[in-house]
């Protein structure tokens, strides 16, 4: 290095790989040091940390009765939210005067016990009265799978080696080996 024919960094790195064969564990100086002295273990002028027994965070926090507690911003947010308070209501009483408010009423959104029970129950009299099939029923369920299976196997099929193929709605075929989750496009 003092000849100048390396330079910090390389001269750093020979010193590291020395202190790795050094058969007493020695380090040397280096020229460049990164690291911080923050994370270079030993932090100079480092309290000595007394670990005594825990403490309760509560207890920290509260004040012990000598020291100052402001009430810096707590006076200006109490400003703003009793000025907000003021501004809210006279726009909801000018709106109640206008007409422009929508009746609150209590029972609305209310839910009784047995609703849902009862409206199955209408449900299903209702389509024996009518004759109709309950769309919510296991028979009307099945007969619209079977009629949304043969939609879809127009265009659709599976070859003897498990190869699903499809016909889009412009003509184009897409396959997908089995076992594949993407559909990859058939060049001829």
């Known amino acids: ?18 202190e790795e064969v050094d ?3 020695r380090s040397f100086g280096k020229l460049s040091e990164d690291e911080d002295s923050f994370y270079a ?11 005594g027994k825990r403490k309760n965070l509560d207890e920290l926090m509260q004040a012990k009765g000598n020291e100052f507690v402001g009430s810096y911003g707590r006076d200006e947010f109490d ?12 726009e909801s009483d000018d709106a ?3 007409g422009d408010h929508q009746a609150e009423i209590r029972t609305e959104n209310r839910v009784f016990g047995d609703a849902d029970e009862e409206l199955e129950r209408l449900k299903q009299q209702i389509s024996q009265e009518t004759g109709l ?28 080696d498990g190869v699903e193929w499809f016909e889009d709605e412009d003509g184009y075929w897409w396959y997908r080996e089995e076992g594949q989750d993407d559909w990859q496009p058939y060049d001829d």
């Open 23 to 25: 058969p007493e564990g």
């Open 41 to 51: 273990g030993a932090v100079p002028d480092a309290p000595e940390l007394k670990l």
């Open 96 to 98: 109640i005067r206008k």
């Open 133 to 160: 099939v309950d769309p919510n029923s296991d028979a009307g369920f099945e007969e619209e799978v079977v009629e949304d299976e043969e939609e879809d196997l127009e265009g659709y099929s599976i070859d003897e």
């Open 79 to 90: 400003e703003f939210k009793a000025r907000m308070s003021e501004d809210f209501f006279a």
């Open 1 to 18: 290095y003092e000849e100048e024919n390396i330079d910090e960094e390389e001269h750093d790195l020979i010193i590291e790989s020395i």
